[in-house]
């Protein structure tokens, strides 16, 4: 199993982000994906998280409106489209397995964003 985040950077307070998850190794389609973020010196966090098939979504109460979660199953990826960040939203973003969702050592490397002026 490989999953592979890219995407993140330095933004500013309102700006936008995509992050991406290119997944190998295990058939992308049959699985819950989530995104679970940790800020420094801080425990993770759960973000979002989206069924198989990609029709069913949610989010933590903090992203709501602001983040969107979605997949293409052709492509293994997972994405997570960052609007309006904020500088509260500066962590390391992880995708996962939803059923791995606690598992650290099954997600991705994980890929820094920064929100700061």
């Known amino acids: 199993v490989q999953l592979v985040e890219s995407g993140g950077g330095l933004v500013q307070p309102g700006g936008s982000l995509r992050l991406s998850c290119a997944a190998s190794g295990f058939t992308f389609s049959d699985y819950a994906m989530t995104w679970v973020r940790q800020a420094p010196g801080k425990g993770p966090e759960w973000v979002s998280v989206?069924?198989?098939?990609?029709?069913?979504?949610y989010y933590e109460d903090s992203v709501k409106g602001r983040f969107t979660i979605s997949r293409d199953n052709a492509r293994n990826t997972l994405y997570l489209q960052m609007d309006s960040l904020k500088p509260e939203d500066t962590a390391v973003y992880y995708c996962?397995?939803?059923?791995?969702?606690?598992?650290?050592?099954?997600w991705g490397q994980g890929t820094q964003v920064t929100v700061s002026s």
């Open positions: 996962a397995k939803w059923k791995n969702r606690k598992d650290p050592s099954s």
């Open positions: 989206i069924n198989s098939g990609g029709g069913n979504t």
